[in-house]
């Protein structure tokens, strides 16, 4: 297994871990306040992905849509669960292993979406808070199905995706103000996954599968939790991840995320 989904499996398991061990905790001791909160969120990223071996590159768009729901402890400690659906747009990717080589340009496929989060509070000095946090999401494997029409012989095709992406590092965020909680925060941020094509031409047929992976890995998130009325909160951060061009030169790629939180 590659280094990086071992990462992603210690940074789940590592969450659950800790989410039991609270658990066990306030059996221990009665003071200890837990909470169950639900909640919903939606996202966005645009990255830029490389493939044939770093030879390539493109951008890779998705659209996120979720259910959430955080298991809160004594508000410094914070483990969410998540599923929902996500629309994943690899336009500009280039299968040329196929009988007829194909340039995907079919818009976005549709898949099941999961992941888990984590947030802790380390300590606090005046109005600030600081902290960790860790996120881990999937966006599993999909297939669309494609009408080939533009050879002499009418023919099919299939593109089938996944991808997964971890994020983790430390936060500040200040807490001066009363209904608003702005934060920043350094993220390590790491994309990759499959992309695969497969394509049937009358008696022809093939498939090729493309590994990709987000070009930038380090990025920095700005946000805000904005709490309008007690017992609901609205979440919002805007990200961007620098990266290097393959033509050379630096660039930047983005992401924003929605979250509504109730019963706080």
Known sequence: MPRIRRTAAAGLILALACGLGALRLRAQDTETRTRLLPGLGAGYFARTISWDEKA???????????????????????????????????????????PFSLDYEAGSIGAILVGADLRKTLFQAGDFEFGATA?????FASTSEL????????????????????????????LGYESFSPFLALTFDKLWGEFTMAETIGDLTGSETKPVSGKGIFGIVLGTDFEP????????????IPYTKLAGGLDVDYGIALRAIFGL
Request: glycine share 12%; proline share 3%.
């Open 56 to 98: 390539r590159e493109s951008k890779l768009k998705s659209v996120l849509a979720f259910a959430r729901g955080e298991l809160r402890i004594n508000d410094g400690f914070a483990v969410g669960l998540f599923a929902g659906y996500s629309l994943t747009n690899p336009n500009g990717i280039i299968f040329r292993g196929l």
């Open 135 to 139: 996120r881990y999401e999937r966006s």
């Open 147 to 174: 009408e080939i029409t533009s050879l002499n012989q009418a023919g099919t095709a299939k593109a089938m995706s996944s991808w997964q992406r971890f994020l983790a590092g430390p936060f500040v965020r200040y």
């Open 229 to 240: 009325i007690p017992g609901f909160r609205l979440s919002g951060e805007l990200s961007a």
